[in-house]
């Protein structure tokens, strides 16, 4: 199993990036995926999930300004990120569980690699 994220860079601030999480050896839609991103020094914090259920969850901090989806047939999840801010510079990452407790990364058993986003100013 294995999750293999990618997509990130180097966008100025109210820039968009399209994240990537593509999965081989699970399949998306049947487990819940979420993207969660670890700002410098600090803890790893949530960011988005899409269930089983195809229900969606943001963090208030992107609400509004990101997107998560999935491509089952290219059993692929995506984060689109628009209104990017200094502050969502992270390195982000995608990871899967079948825990219902999906707001926490402790909870998530298989993860990408991370792709790291920088938005400058």
């Known amino acids: 199993v294995q999750l293999q994220a990618s997509g990130g860079g180097l966008v100025q601030v109210g820039g968009s990036l399209r994240l990537s999480c593509a999965a081989s050896?699970?399949?998306?839609?049947?487990?819940?995926m979420g993207w969660f991103r670890q700002l410098p020094g600090k803890e790893r914090e949530f960011v988005a999930v899409?269930?089983?259920?195809?229900?969606?969850a943001y963090a208030d901090s992107v609400k509004g300004r990101f997107t998560i989806s999935r491509d089952r047939a290219k059993n692929t999840v995506y984060l689109q990120m628009t209104g990017l801010r200094p502050e969502d510079t992270a390195v982000f990452y995608c990871?899967?569980?079948?825990?219902?407790?999906?707001?926490?990364?402790?909870?998530?058993?298989?993860w990408g690699q991370g792709t790291l986003v920088t938005v400058s100013s």
């Open positions: 899409i269930r089983m259920s195809g229900s969606i």
């Open positions: 990871a899967s569980t079948r825990s219902v407790a999906v707001y926490q990364d402790a909870n998530y058993d298989v």
């Open positions: 050896g699970r399949s998306v839609s049947q487990y819940n």
